[in-house]
């Protein structure tokens, strides 16, 4: 349990010991004080104030104050036990307040989004105009067909033509019983070797695009079935088609006013991912990087452990390679100045 906890602890004790030595000092009536050690008023509730609502609630009565500030007062007398004995210049201490410093940084130049909202309305038609397709999609559906070549004017078109009509009660009746009866006609009836081996498969497509590739007779006809449904035999220009909607994909249409306040979070994103990344580039070339590509080739890389990859990121920073601005997660780090968290409810 002792080496579970460390970790976490150290790096706790190491953010105390940082916000004591370069902190504001602190102001206000002291509620506990004692030899190197204050707590104030104003400390006491910026601590209570991080905790959630449900767990502030338990904290409205004296004895409850008292269990609260007991946490905070157990915090500190650790932390200077920890000073007492240098473990604020221990190296994993130390590594984890430049990991969380970094992360302070970003957050600080890179965390506020509210800067979305101060996009110009021309900036964010300008990209609705050259992304319409982002927002406006055509109805489109996916067809399954069973075809009988016989161009127009072909001697068999009347009898390729009468074989279908007479063939697609049977194709429903059959579909309603096994789902994939129609695959199974397919397979017997159709006479385009293109799409017979996928089940006569002809893709997802708008009713332009269908027109365009099978003629407009098929297209209206497709696109007044619902999924499931099986057509009546349609003649065009190539030849005679039942065909069946195996899905459906309604029209998606929406208007710019619907949808500006997402595009200006994304294109604020966008901005403030190149200015971190013009700012680590401006960083790394000021500070004259070089590699040394033989000695990097001889470092042995031990084998991975049992279980899922890990993040990709900054070693022991997880997600931080590639990451959104402010996005940070702080979750993996203690609060800064932060007490451990409150006890859970008593039973």
């Known amino acids: 349990m002792l080496r579970r906890i460390a970790p976490v602890a150290l790096a706790a004790l190491a953010l105390v010991a940082c916000s004591q030595d370069k902190g504001p000092k602190k102001n206000g009536p002291a509620v506990a004080k004692g030899t190197g050690i204050t707590v104030t008023a104003e400390e006491f509730k910026a601590k209570l104030d991080e905790q959630s609502p449900f767990i502030r609630a338990r904290y409205a009565t004296l004895e409850r104050k008292r269990e609260f500030l007991d946490n905070l007062i157990r915090?500190?007398?650790?932390?200077?036990?920890?000073?007492?004995?240098?473990?604020?210049?221990?190296?994993?201490?130390?590594?984890?307040?430049?990991k969380v410093m970094v992360q302070k940084l970003v957050q600080k130049n890179?965390?506020?989004?509210?800067?979305?909202?101060?996009?110009?309305?021309?900036?964010?038609?300008?990209?609705?105009?050259?992304?319409?397709d982002e927002y406006q999609k055509p109805k489109k559906v996916r067809l399954a067909a069973i075809a009988w070549t016989a161009p127009a004017g072909s001697p068999d078109r009347a009898k390729k033509l009468a074989q279908a009509?007479?063939?697609?009660?049977?194709?429903?009746?059959?579909?309603?019983?096994?789902?994939?009866?129609?695959?199974a006609a397919v397979a017997k009836y159709s006479e385009d070797q293109a799409t017979k081996g996928a089940s006569g498969d002809?893709?997802?497509?708008?009713?332009?695009?269908?027109?365009?590739?099978?003629?407009?007779?098929?297209a209206e006809a497709a696109f007044a079935l619902k999924a499931g449904d099986i057509s009546d035999a349609v003649e065009t220009s190539q030849g005679v088609y039942v065909v069946k909607a195996t899905g459906v994909t309604e029209e998606i249409n929406r208007p710019f006013d619907s949808v500006k306040t997402q595009i200006a979070a994304k294109l604020f994103r966008e901005k403030r991912t190149k200015e971190f990344d013009d700012l680590v580039k401006r960083l790394k070339d000021e500070a004259k990087i070089t590699v040394d590509d033989k000695a990097l080739e001889a470092?042995?890389?031990?084998?991975?452990?049992?279980?899922?990859?890990?993040?990709?990121?900054?070693?022991?920073?997880?997600?931080?390679?590639g990451m959104p601005p402010g996005a940070m997660p702080a979750g993996n780090m203690p609060p800064p100045h932060g007490a451990p968290p409150a006890p859970a409810p008593k039973p």
Do not use: C, I, W
């Open 202 to 218: 002809l893709g997802t497509k708008s009713k332009d695009e269908l027109a365009k590739a099978y003629g407009p007779e098929l």
């Open 75 to 98: 915090f500190e007398v650790l932390a200077k036990e920890a000073e007492k004995q240098g473990l604020d210049k221990d190296p994993e201490v130390l590594s984890t307040v430049r």
């Open 299 to 321: 470092v042995q890389v031990a084998a991975a452990p049992p279980g899922g990859p890990g993040m990709p990121g900054m070693p022991g920073m997880p997600g931080m390679s």
């Open 165 to 183: 009509k007479k063939l697609v009660p049977t194709f429903r009746a059959d579909d309603k019983k096994n789902s994939l009866a129609f695959s």
């Open 110 to 132: 890179f965390g506020d989004q509210s800067g979305a909202k101060d996009l110009p309305d021309a900036e964010l038609q300008k990209y609705f105009d050259e992304h319409k």
